[in-house]
C-alpha cells in the first residue's frame, strides 16, 4: 500500500493505527508538523474529507 501512495511505510503504519484509534476524524484531524509547511491547503483537504465521508458512486464500475 506504502508504494501505491507513494509514501513511507512507516508513514502508512502511523496512518492506520491512527485510524484505528479514533477513527476518520482522527485520522483527518490537522497535524502540526514541525518539518516542512503542508502542501495541501486547508480547503482541500476539507474537500477530501467530504469525499471520504460521501463517496460518489461511480457508474461504470
Same mark, same amino acid.
Given at each position: 500500500?506504502?508504494? &501505491? @501512495?507513494? *509514501?513511507?511505510?512507516?508513514?502508512?503504519?502511523?496512518?492506520?493505527?491512527?485510524?484505528?484509534?479514533?477513527?476518520?476524524?482522527?485520522? @483527518? !484531524?490537522?497535524?502540526?508538523?514541525?518539518?516542512?509547511?503542508?502542501? &495541501? !491547503?486547508?480547503?482541500?483537504?476539507? &474537500?477530501?474529507? *467530504?469525499? &471520504?465521508?460521501?463517496?460518489?458512486?461511480?457508474?461504470?464500475?
Amino acid at each position: 500500500m506504502a508504494i &501505491i @501512495l507513494g *509514501r513511507n511505510r512507516v508513514t502508512v503504519q502511523r496512518w492506520l493505527r491512527s485510524y484505528r484509534n479514533g477513527g476518520l476524524s482522527q485520522l @483527518l !484531524s490537522q497535524y502540526k508538523s514541525q518539518g516542512r509547511p503542508m502542501l &495541501i !491547503s486547508r480547503l482541500c483537504n476539507s &474537500i477530501v474529507k *467530504r469525499r &471520504i465521508e460521501r463517496p460518489r458512486r461511480i457508474s461504470w464500475l
